[in-house]
């Protein structure tokens, strides 16, 4: 089954404790996407790969960094989480743009 | 970015058909209009795109108006499982992988 797969799916920390949120897909895509989703913002765009080794900030990249180092994989990593980034998380992967395929979504408390 | 505007929140019946109102005033022309819905307690999911041409697929029907201008996205027949988040984004035909999410319309389907 062609899919997005995100873990954990819920995760509570605490402020400044490094954590990896893994996002994976099976539908060999080039492109990917992370999002975050917060009340009355709506989802927003925090980084985006093109292809193997090439990345690129969204709207909002601070705080977070990400890696493609395989076609399947764009985990994103939260150095040193603060609680504003308490936030849902969609990881979106797609053929050539057009169709992108989200994952089931991360919830993420930072206390 | 150019900006999508939705009403906030609209109402139908089941088995109904269900017509979804977009504005996109300051639209260009390498702009994509793309639909995606969010089911509550899920990630985004596509819907439908276009650029010029009304556009059909098995969920929907995409309506664009001749300037561009607007669209509507069109549910022939609504059922229960239609009841979500409606999202309406342009996206620039570079940009391959930046979605710009609004507000979107809540779509309630009664029984």
């Known amino acids: 089954e062609a899919q997005v797969t995100q873990n954990p799916r819920y995760l509570i920390t605490v402020t400044g404790k490094k954590l990896t949120v893994t996002c994976s897909q099976n539908?060999?895509?080039?492109?990917m996407s992370w999002y975050r989703q917060d009340p009355g913002l709506g989802l927003r765009q925090i980084y985006y790969s093109m292809n193997v080794e090439v990345t690129d900030k969204g709207d909002v990249p601070e705080g977070y960094k990400v890696s493609r180092k395989e076609k399947r994989n764009f985990p994103l990593i939260l150095e040193s989480p603060s609680p504003n980034q308490t936030s849902l998380y969609f990881c979106?992967?797609?053929?050539?743009?057009?169709?992108?395929?989200f994952g089931p979504g991360t919830r993420l408390t930072v206390t | 970015d150019a900006k999508t505007t939705q009403p906030n929140s609209m109402e139908s019946n089941e088995e109904e058909p269900v017509h979804l109102p977009c504005n996109h005033s300051?639209?260009?022309?390498?702009?994509?209009i793309h639909w995606y819905r969010q089911l509550p307690s899920q990630g985004p999911e596509y819907v439908i795109h276009g650029l010029t041409s009304n556009v059909n697929n098995r969920m929907a029907s995409l309506a664009i108006a001749e300037d561009r201008k607007s669209s509507t996205l069109i549910l022939h027949r609504a059922t229960l499982r239609d009841a979500a988040v409606y999202y309406c984004?342009?996206?620039?035909?570079?940009?391959?992988?930046?979605?710009?999410f609004g507000q979107g319309t809540r779509l309630t389907i009664n029984p």
């Open positions: 539908m060999n895509h080039e492109y």
């Open positions: 979106a992967s797609s053929f050539d743009g057009y169709e992108q395929y």
């Open positions: 984004i342009l996206r620039l035909f570079q940009g391959a992988q930046k979605l710009v």
């Open positions: 300051t639209i260009s022309g390498t702009d994509y």
